[in-house]
C-alpha cells in the first residue's frame, strides 16, 4: 500500500539471492573449511576480516543485521567439547576483539553472542561449529522483522566490509 500517494518502496538485498534459490557449493565440502584455507588475495571477496592460527573472523554472508560477524575455529568440529584447549582460547579473544570491533566501527549500542551447537539448537551449519555476533541498535527492531519476516540492512556490506576490516587491521598493529 502507498503512504501518501507514493509508489510502494523497494527493499533490495542482492546477496541474498545465492541464499534464497538454495544454491550450494557443488564441491560438497564444508563451506567455512573452504574459507579456513583461502589465499590472502580472495579475504575481500569472502568476507575474511581476520585471521589466526586456529580460528577466523568472517561477515556472515546472510546477515541478519548489517555486521553480523562469524567467527569460526579452522577445524572442523561439531561439538564444543571437542575443540582444543588452544582453540577454545583463541575464539574467545576474537569474541571479545568482535564486539570491541562491532562497538567501534558500527556504533551498536549492543552485541548478541551466540553459538547453536548442532542442528535442533538452529544451527544452519550445524557439521562446522561458529559463533554469531550480531550488532544491535536502539529501536532496531520494527515490523519488517517481526510482520515481515524480512531484515533491512541499513548500509551495503561492502561498506560494512571496508568498515570493519580497517579496524581490524588497526587493532591487530596495536598487539
Known sequence: MAVSGQPPGRLQAPWRAGYVRGDRDESGECPFCQLAVASPERFPALGIL?????????????????????????????????????CREELDQWMVRAVEALEGAMGCHGVNLGLNQGKAAGAGLADHLHWHAVPRWHGDHNFMSVL????????????????????FARKGEDT
Open 50 to 86: 581476520a585471521v589466526a592460527e586456529h580460528s577466523l573472523v568472517v561477515l556472515n554472508r546472510y546477515p541478519y543485521h548489517a555486521g553480523h560477524l562469524l567467527i569460526l575455529p579452522r577445524a572442523h568440529v561439531q561439538r564444543l567439547p571437542d575443540l582444543p584447549a588452544v
Open 148 to 167: 515481515g519476516e524480512t531484515y533491512v540492512l541499513p548500509e551495503d556490506p561492502q561498506q560494512t566490509y571496508n568498515r570493519l576490516v580497517d579496524w
